[in-house]
């Protein structure tokens, strides 16, 4: 087994470890066809490929921890250069007492069904916890499918959510203010961002959003039924 940190050239191999593992759609042919030509391109350039980096975002006038990190993917790898499991850690700003701190998150954490129980998760979660270390990061976090299997790393609650049941009748009416607009697709939705930006102005551990969701600026709501 080799644990490596997924390079351009290589990237539809874990995508296909995730798409297999979630049940999503996923193009294999079509991606596998535009790495090869990608590389291709790049070797007459006599320029190798690089880790991959993800899309790195623009610069600002305000300097946030993550701006500068890219994406990072870890693959755990066969005797065949197959990937068989996959982790990745996309880097975030998040608030904490008054300051930014650089969190890394763990996604996409998947293995191929004929690979499982082989180790490659347990490996990939080790160098990224080690290269998160070695580069600064000071928190990271995830929402696990097993409080008991993360704790392993050193993972534990960080927080916790309670649930009320109220009748309605025991809520009294008032007055909330304020109003409400529909905002539609080509709309300005910098408010959005606004709204979050305050709410969890004095939440730790909240992310901090350049804008609420970029996809909300180039998917068609409405047709998708997304109100």
């Known amino acids: 087994m080799v644990i490596r940190k997924i390079t351009n050239k290589d990237d539809y191999k874990a995508s296909l470890v995730s798409a297999v593992a979630f049940e999503y759609g996923f193009d294999y042919i079509k991606e596998r066809d535009d790495a090869i030509a990608a590389l291709n391109a790049s070797e007459e350039n006599n320029a190798d490929a690089e880790e991959k980096s993800g899309d790195k975002p623009a610069q600002y006038a305000e ?53 499982r129980r082989r ?35 050193g993972y534990e609650n960080g927080m916790e959510t309670r649930t009320y049941t109220l009748q309605f009748s025991a809520i009294r009416r008032y007055n909330v203010g304020g109003s409400i607009e529909m905002l539609l697709p080509g709309d300005e939705s910098s408010a959005l961002t606004e709204i979050y930006t305050r709410f969890y102005s004095d939440y730790n551990y909240s992310v901090v959003r350049r804008e609420y969701d970029g996809s909300l600026s180039k998917r068609n709501t409405v047709s998708e039924k997304r109100y």
């Open 63 to 115: 300097k946030l921890p993550a701006d500068d990190v890219p994406n990072v993917t870890w693959g755990a790898f066969d005797e065949n250069d197959v990937c068989f499991s996959a982790v990745c850690v996309p880097p975030y700003s998040v608030r904490f007492d008054g300051t930014y701190q650089l969190m890394g998150g763990i996604g996409g954490v998947s293995s191929l069904p004929h690979y």
């Open 119 to 153: 180790g490659g998760i347990r490996e990939c979660m080790r160098s990224a916890l080690r290269d998160m270390y070695d580069n600064g990061f000071s928190l990271s976090y995830l929402y696990p499918f097993s409080r008991a299997y993360y704790r392993k790393f």
